[in-house]
């Protein structure tokens, strides 16, 4: 089973295990009820107006479903986890690009000290890649402020990939480079 289709699974689970104890709640409320009434009058003895058993076994069922809500929540958050990991594993560009892999945009300009001359960018790189985006309308969705952008350029007749943490610095904007389109 791919790691999709088991966090698919279980979000499949928590949205049955979650009307199970809304169907639970109402029940206890049909009883008169919730998970905090005391079952007991100013006496001590038992309350009247509410059937006591049914009371404590409801409340009893949703605790139990309550707990199994809890390690379920676990078991997602586990397999999202895994979910990005694989997701960001297929996002990572190949070291090597075919010849067909044009640029779509040029690096026209490199800030001194900006996170874009941090991570190696220079004037002149092609942009083939940047994240996902694969022209230049989809690179500002991509920045990100304190995130990491895989950004693969043909530099010659070489292409290399790069790591670019946009952040503020002491220029404009987060990255410190100037994209014009590839001709």
């Known amino acids: ?6 966090y698919n699974q279980l979000i499949a689970e928590r949205e049955t295990l979650e009307s199970e104890i809304l169907q639970l709640l109402d029940a206890l409320k049909s009883n008169n009820s919730n998970m905090s009434d005391p079952l007991v009058d100013a006496e001590g003895f038992p309350r009247s107006d509410i059937d006591v058993y049914t009371v404590r076994q409801l409340r009893h069922s949703i605790i139990l479903k309550q707990n199994d809500h809890k390690g379920l929540m676990a078991k997602i958050e586990d397999e999202m986890h895994r979910v990005f990991a694989e997701r960001k594993q ?7 690009v075919s010849i067909e892999q044009k640029p779509f945009a040029i690096v026209a300009a490199v800030a001194a000290s900006s996170p874009a001359e941090e991570c ?3 004037a002149g790189d092609g942009i083939v890649r940047f994240g996902s985006a694969v022209e230049l309308s989809g690179v500002p969705s991509e920045v ?3 995130g990491t952008v ?3 350029v043909r530099r010659g007749p070489s292409t290399v990939s790069i790591s670019l943490k946009p952040k503020r610095w002491v220029g ?7 994209l014009v389109p590839a001709k």
């Open 1 to 6: 089973m791919s790691v999709s289709a088991r």
């Open 150 to 152: 895989n950004v693969l």
């Open 172 to 178: 404009r904007g987060l990255l410190g480079c100037h």
């Open 90 to 96: 297929a996002d990572v560009p190949q070291q090597h």
């Open 120 to 122: 190696g960018l220079t």
């Open 144 to 146: 990100v402020e304190g």
